[in-house]
């Protein structure tokens, strides 16, 4: 008798050792570390602040008197309480904008808040900015335009050191910083001090040679998102209106996204189903026609920022949405209320994941730890197929009908973006019904569906697939 129980025991042993499963192959390009933290953190707020919001421009020439710079009010625990509230999980600050005027006291130029009247020429609002994000918990990151109207070297080397001394400079000051973003803007007309002339630099991109800034990141912010044309760690989505496009890989090639005289926007709204590296886009969009703040502009709507939500989040990228503070040094009370609205409309629309009470089936999975279980809920585990399966079905039941309004699906991407062609059918009067299909999905696709729809049966199809699927999570609203 103990003899067998013995052998029954080693069975299983051997049994449960032989059918465990390996998961799939990684696919060739996937995201870091800090690539999939910046992913999870889906949306941050952009904040432009500056000379213009005193001279009621969107580009300063340079020459402006530091003096204007008089933000009457300025507070930065309620700027950031408002982005904490709005459930934005970060803040990136115009430094600089291309006019050239610092937000910090910096030790490289006259030309900063230390000359104008806030706090007397003692004030810093990087450095209030990223103290109060410590205080709350939001990311911190920094907008620094290359592009300096101001500068009597800009074109040329003493202006790269200066340039190159600002970033080390603020990212020791201010430091760690989740994101650094680096305008796309460069070279034209400015003061470029006193010279007063057109200035271009030739091929931008190669002018700054953003190797060695980038170096200087590695060296004192290792975790920093960069966002820039060489090696950008995330994309432009190629436009800021706040959408990425429905067909978004966030793989590409940094040669494609930036390259001498060709046109890179199919690439930048795109990305590449064989692009080189992991740089998903990120949308940029203000909650105002402008990005600083003119009293005759008004905010978006909660409705368009839901869309804009949608459009963002919901197509695999991030959202970066831009609060303008007023010449107060505040955010109007019309954004805010706008902004908290959204927030709500967003907390609701998405409060109850219907499928946490579904029954999932699956014809096809890769075997133990790969199960559907894999897609309940928003854990690290994921459904998979076999080596060599690209598509498959997935069926989510309930004993009672539901009421339908999104469908959520997200792919594992710590192994790549795989899903090329998907749709979703429900069950209506025993048939089934297409209700949505397309094609990529990355970390992330919220399916709007055009009503509310009554069913007890969904099916969602993945029709095509670069690889075995892995699929992290269905959900429905
Ligand atoms: C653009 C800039 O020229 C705008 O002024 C703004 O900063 C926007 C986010 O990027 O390229």
Known sequence: MRHSILLLLAFALVCITSCSVDAPQPMSVVPSQRQIEWHEIEQYAFVHFTINTFTDREWGYGDELPELFNPTDFDADALVEIVKTANLKGLILTAKHHDGFCLWPTKYTEHSIKNSPYKGGSGDIVGEVAEACRRHGIKFGIYLSPWDRNHAGYGGDEYLDYYRNQV????????????????????????????????????????????????????????????????????????????IDEYCWAMATPEDMYPEGRDCMPVLIHGQEDGSCWAPAEADVSIRPGWFYHDYEKPKTPEELFQIYLTSVGHGGTLLLNLAPDRRGRIPEEDVASLMAWREMVDNAF???????????????????????????????????KDGVTTGDVYLRWDTAISARYIVIEEYIALGQRVREYAVDVKRDNTWQQVAYGSTIGYKRIIPLEEEIVTSEIRVRFIDSRGPLTIDRIAVY
């Not at 603020?170 to 003061?191: I, K, Q, R, S, V």
């Not at 029954?359 to 585990?381: L, Q």
């Open 168 to 243: 080390r400079e603020l990212l020791t000051n201010y430091g760690p910083l989740f994101e650094m973003w680096f305008d796309g803007a460069n070279g034209g007309d400015g003061y470029y001090g006193g010279a007063y002339e057109t200035r271009w630099v030739e091929s931008g991109y190669l002018y700054y040679d953003w190797p060695q800034v980038i170096d200087i990141i590695r060296e004192l912010s290792p975790d920093t998102i960069v966002w820039s044309s060489s090696q950008p760690e995330a994309r432009w989505c190629g436009n800021e209106k706040g959408i």
């Open 351 to 385: 409060k109850y994941d219907l499928a946490a009470k579904a029954t999932y089936t699956a014809y096809s999975s890769r075997g133990r730890g790969f199960g559907v279980e894999g897609m309940r809920g928003d854990d690290s585990d994921y459904w998979a197929t």
